[in-house]
């Protein structure tokens, strides 16, 4: 397999990193672009199946998929100007680009094209993304392969396509609330006597400790809540002080109201 990765920037090149340590992947040859390649020098020297260069034409020719991971409004002009050398019967391209829909690509690209779009989160830098991802009707058979690829990055879900508004304020916004759960625990760790390194040590382990419980047994969360909460205890004195003050209800209320905002944006844009 041989993959362009066409804009090789934060994202691209966590994916580039995530598809060369996958070995099952098979992939013969990886092109980076960008259009000043010089932070890229050490990938073309390190790497034997790596080239870099900032002739996408060049990139996506030698290619069989097409990563597109440019900033949304680079995509338009960019995608004009690839269009002659994109062919349905060769590439299979997938999309990282935030907001930018699979009509997207179809109204410069024509119908026949298997398009991909992805949703990754920044966990991604660690292999520990959580990504959406939804095709056309002419990618249903591309699917397998590009979760394969994109698994590279983490955990990868296929959604419908109507979801990804949805599964981006979950997803990718949702690290942005997690960070700040996490945080507000720390700062309650170092009122009640840690310092700082120490309260973001157990926040974080105690989180990861969370996750990992409902992640490898399957359960649900309020199972695991009644094995730590005893009549009469702390647990659930603290709980229902959390509940009291609306944590579960400001929890679900920003996760809508980041949604209706993404509505607001896309009718005043
Ligand atoms: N970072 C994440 O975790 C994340 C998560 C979800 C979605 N996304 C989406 O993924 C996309 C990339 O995000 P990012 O954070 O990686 O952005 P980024 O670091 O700005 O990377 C974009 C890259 O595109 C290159 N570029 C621009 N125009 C180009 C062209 N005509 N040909 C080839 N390369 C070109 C830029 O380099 P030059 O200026 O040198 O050309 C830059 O390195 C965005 O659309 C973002 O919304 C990112």
New binding site residues.
Partial sequence: MKISI?????????IAKGILAAENLGVDALYL?????K?LEAWSEGYNNVSVT?D?HKAVTASDVVIF????G??T??LM?LKSSLKASQHTIIS?????KIADFEAILGQDFAVIRS???????VSQ?MTCISGNRKAETKLELAKEILATLGDVMVIEESLMQAATVVC?SGIAFWMRLIRATTQGAIQLGFDAPEAQHMAVQTCLGAASLLQNGGGHPESEIDRVTTPKGCTIEGLNEMEHQGLSSALIKGLVTSFNKIEDIKKTS
């Fill in positions: 066409i804009g090789a920037g934060n994202l691209g090149l966590a672009t960008k259009r000043n390649t932070s900032s996408n991971a440019v900033q949304p680079q995509l002009d960019m100007d990282t680009i935030t907001g930018k949703m990754p989160n920044t966990a991604s830098a993304s990718a």
